[in-house]
């Protein structure tokens, strides 16, 4: 069966320190192309940092799969902070699998205040994408979401990184393969659990023709009462908060915003104890339906 992935990984360093020297490269790239070809990928979805990302996707791409790009701010401030510090080779191969995606989702429109807040944001949003991509299957015809990660086994504590990310995995009953990024020729499967700090939601109702929010949204259960109240139509946008992260530039003629809908399917397999996530996961799968666009983004 062919196979769903969400990837996250270190940067790769522009010598042979760190916790991902470069000369472990090909290595740890002969590893995933033969992970990626195992598990039969039909999409993906990452962001695009030098390194583990990059490797990720150039495989992806080469295997025809689907490449679903989430970023947490802007594209020119990404490629500063998460790529250009690997050498000039990286960001060729950035800019060639940018132009190749399937879709691009960015997170924040506005300057983040702690970048690493919006990293981390970013990989609650694509875990979200690559589950609800799962959940619109009737009946599933892929099989449940996996994670690739590229790792060196250190725990770091901070909000946003590699084993964090894999944290966050785990909460959604992720199964994740890591490719060590110090050793050679090796995959191992994850099985640590742990509660990382999760991005509270933030979402708002807005009406399409002004911009105008209509409701503010911040527990899953005010959501599904909003949805069952019929008080949202084709007139109106759920979104994360603009005030905070700015306008979105992706069509506004959804109901529900990629970056919104990503996070919402989070937050419904995040939080262990939610007794009407199927009755809420319904409800957004049926507004995704009479919402179906064709176009880059997903």
């Known amino acids: 069966m062919n196979s769903i992935i969400h990837y996250c990984g270190h940067i790769i360093s522009a010598d042979s320190s760190g916790r991902f020297p470069l000369s472990n490269e090909k290595p740890v790239q002969q590893s995933l192309h033969q992970l990626l070809l195992e598990l039969n990928v039909k999409s993906g979805y990452g962001s695009l940092a030098s390194g583990a990302d990059i490797l990720v996707a150039e495989n992806l791409i080469k295997q025809g799969a689907e490449l679903h790009l989430i970023f947490p701010f802007d594209i020119n401030d990404f490629l500063k902070s998460s790529v250009i510090a690997s050498g000039n080779e990286w960001q060729s191969r950035f800019k060639n699998i940018l132009d190749r995606a399937t879709s691009v989702t960015q997170i924040s429109y506005n300057k983040p205040v702690d970048e690493n807040l919006s990293y981390a944001l970013?990989?609650?949003?694509?875990?979200?994408?690559?589950?609800?991509?799962?959940?619109?299957?009737?009946?599933?015809?892929?099989?449940?979401?996996?994670?690739?990660?590229?790792?060196?086994?250190?725990?770091?504590?901070?909000?946003?990184?590699?084993?964090?990310?894999?944290?966050?995995?785990?909460?959604?009953?992720?199964?994740?393969?890591?490719?060590?990024?110090?050793?050679?020729?090796?995959?191992?499967?994850?099985?640590?659990?742990?509660?990382?700090?999760?991005?509270?939601?933030?979402?708002?109702?807005?009406?399409?023709?002004?911009?105008?929010?209509?409701?503010?949204?911040?527990?899953?259960?005010?959501?599904?009462?909003?949805?069952?109240?019929?008080?949202?139509?084709?007139?109106?946008?759920?979104?994360?908060?603009?005030?905070?992260?700015?306008?979105?530039?992706?069509?506004?003629?959804?109901?529900?915003?990629?970056?919104?809908?990503?996070?919402?399917?989070?937050?419904?397999?995040?939080?262990?104890?939610?007794?009407?996530?199927?009755?809420?996961?319904?409800?957004?799968?049926?507004?995704?339906?009479?919402n179906t666009l064709s176009g880059k983004h997903s």
């Open 122 to 290: 970013c990989t609650e949003i694509a875990l979200g994408l690559s589950l609800n991509q799962w959940l619109k299957q009737k009946p599933p015809t892929l099989a449940f979401p996996k994670q690739v990660t590229v790792w060196d086994k250190e725990k770091t504590l901070s909000i946003a990184g590699t084993y964090p990310d894999m944290l966050r995995a785990r909460l959604l009953k992720f199964e994740t393969t890591y490719i060590d990024s110090l050793v050679t020729f090796n995959k191992t499967n994850f099985n640590e659990k742990g509660y990382p700090k999760i991005q509270p939601l933030n979402l708002c109702v807005y009406t399409k023709a002004n911009n105008t929010a209509k409701a503010n949204i911040t527990e899953l259960e005010n959501l599904l009462d909003y949805l069952l109240s019929s008080q949202l139509d084709i007139k109106h946008q759920i979104d994360l908060d603009r005030g905070f992260f700015g306008k979105t530039t992706e069509d506004q003629s959804r109901m529900i915003s990629p970056r919104a809908l990503g996070h919402i399917i989070f937050h419904c397999y995040a939080k262990e104890f939610f007794p009407k996530r199927e009755q809420l996961v319904n409800n957004l799968l049926k507004f995704q339906k009479q």
